[in-house]
């Protein structure tokens, strides 16, 4: 099957992380890719579990630190604590998926797709991005963006050309994937 692709989208507080990779995910949709996504919740407080009074919620209280529900249709599985991203992406990758989306974790590096608000508050997080597969601009960049990047730049409204670049790069680094463990 090969190793998942692994895609970063990275940017600030409602730059349009979630947006980004629910498009992305319609489009894997169609080609038939198992796609997980992984998602840093940066706010500092507890994610809710949203089962209250439920068995899960009963498990957890008498000590559980990780439970699963399942049923023929879906499952859930949470925590006390927080999965390291690296565990994260071990335990979907033992679950069999093509790609991986994680949105957030700016400060760990993997390809990705820089979400850019503003540019001149936004230009720490394109110059400290190590492997940008593209980045995505709210407004119309100036010129100093561009001069310091080689990467694939567009703006947000041109949501067909940066979807075809992400798509394609996706495709084709599961492909090389696939083939490197045919070999």
Known sequence: MGSPVILQVVGYQNSGKTTLISK??????????????????GHGN??????SGKD?????????????????????????????????IALYETLEMDCILIE???HIPYPRVVLLRNEIEDMDLLLNSHEVIAAIHS???????LQESNNPHF???DEELWLNCLITYI???HRR?????NV
């Open 24 to 41: 992305l995910l319609k489009e894997l949709g169609k080609r038939h890719f198992q796609t997980g996504v992984i998602k840093h919740h």
């Open 46 to 51: 507890c994610v809710d579990f949203n089962d």
């Open 56 to 88: 899960t919620e009963q498990h957890r209280n008498a000590g559980a630190n990780i439970t699963c529900v399942t049923s023929y249709n879906n499952s859930i599985l949470t925590m006390d604590s927080e999965l390291p991203l690296n565990k994260a």
């Open 104 to 106: 957030g974790y700016k």
């Open 139 to 145: 407004n119309k960049p100036k010129g100093t963006i």
């Open 155 to 157: 703006m947000r409204d």
């Open 171 to 173: 495709t084709q680094e």
């Open 177 to 181: 994937r696939v083939d490197h463990e």
